[in-house]
């Protein structure tokens, strides 16, 4: 295996992309007030936000090298394709770009960096091991994303872009459901991975309860968010209509899953953030064709 594929394994590809989706559509949301496009700008978030993304990621295969044996064996350390050294270079050296690219910025992002980092840092590592109870797993997940990156991203662009500190209303929409939508994101993550996970004496939910009462209070979780934004975007455009073909794609990919197969929870879950990813580029389409007209 050659080592830009070694490195992308390792950053976690879907992550990565839904960092990259988030950051753009953040920034444009911005910078429909007509005010100058700043390439520069969009690029250096970008840059923060993927070796944030990094870190964070790449912090938890650090430290879950041997429960990755087990839920993850695939995974470069796992499988003996990148050291632990080698790994360690790649999460602090991420850590340093994503935060001094952020102070450079602003130190509003750098300190969205600090936070970020501080939570992903406090995830997977002693003392805290967040990940070791559903609930703090759940809460750090769901700040990261629907908090700090997605309400914090997008109040640093439009201050850095046209002076103000405002929420428009469909930015609050898109805050709520993806808070939402990041607690069940960390909820689904954890069915593949149950083996492991209590060999470990990690209290997800999964073993908690049971991966068909997750999947149910997920599913719940996931069509109340759906239903906020449809109702919240006044019965007309995109964001109404795509909110409501969204919710039928995902109601009939809940119908493909298999809970006594491994493989199909795995391919469950890839599916699922695609339905994260479908969430930004409706508000992409809905500024191109919509807000930008």
């Known amino acids: 295996m050659n080592l830009p594929l070694i490195l992308w394994k390792f950053s976690r590809p879907h992550t990565i992309i839904g960092s990259v989706i988030s950051i753009t559509t953040l920034y444009l949301y911005a910078q429909q007030h007509h005010s100058p496009f700043n390439y520069a700008l969009l690029l250096l978030a970008l840059i923060v936000g993927i070796t944030c993304n990094i870190f964070i990621v790449g912090i938890n295969q650090v430290q879950d090298v041997e429960i990755d044996r087990i839920n993850k064996p695939n995974l470069p350390i796992p499988a003996g394709v990148l050291s632990l050294g080698m790994a360690k270079r790649i999460v602090y050296g991420s850590l340093l770009i994503s935060l001094g690219v952020g102070m ?18 406090a995830y997977s ?6 990940k070791k109870h559903h609930i703090t797993a759940a809460l750090s997940i769901s700040i990261v994303r629907g908090v700090l990156l997605n309400a914090g991203g997008f109040l640093l662009f439009n201050y850095l872009l046209n002076n103000k500190i405002d929420m428009p209303h469909d930015m609050l929409i898109l805050t709520v459901f993806v808070f939402a939508f990041s607690v069940v994101i960390s909820w689904f993550k954890d069915l593949a991975d149950m083996e492991g996970d209590a060999k470990f004496n990690i209290k997800t939910l999964a073993i908690t309860l049971t991966p068909k009462q997750v999947l149910q209070a997920g599913t719940i ?8 934004s ?6 007309k455009g995109i964001l109404f209509y795509g909110h409501i073909v969204l919710l039928i ?13 491994l493989s199909s ?3 469950y879950y890839k599916r699922f953030w695609w339905f994260f990813f479908a969430e930004y580029l409706v508000y992409l389409l809905a500024y191109v064709f919509e807000y930008s007209a």
Do not use: D, H, Q, R
């Not at 979780?221 to 906020?228: C, E, T």
């Open 265 to 267: 929870i795995k391919k």
């Open 230 to 235: 449809i109702l919240s975007a006044e019965l």
């Open 221 to 228: 979780v996931v069509v109340l968010a759906y239903l906020f």
């Open 125 to 130: 590592m002693p003392p805290f091991f967040f």
């Open 249 to 261: 794609l995902f109601l009939i990919n809940n119908m493909l899953i298999n809970l006594k197969e």
């Open 104 to 121: 450079y910025i602003s130190p509003y992002l750098f300190l969205i960096v600090t936070l970020s980092t501080s939570i992903g840092w």
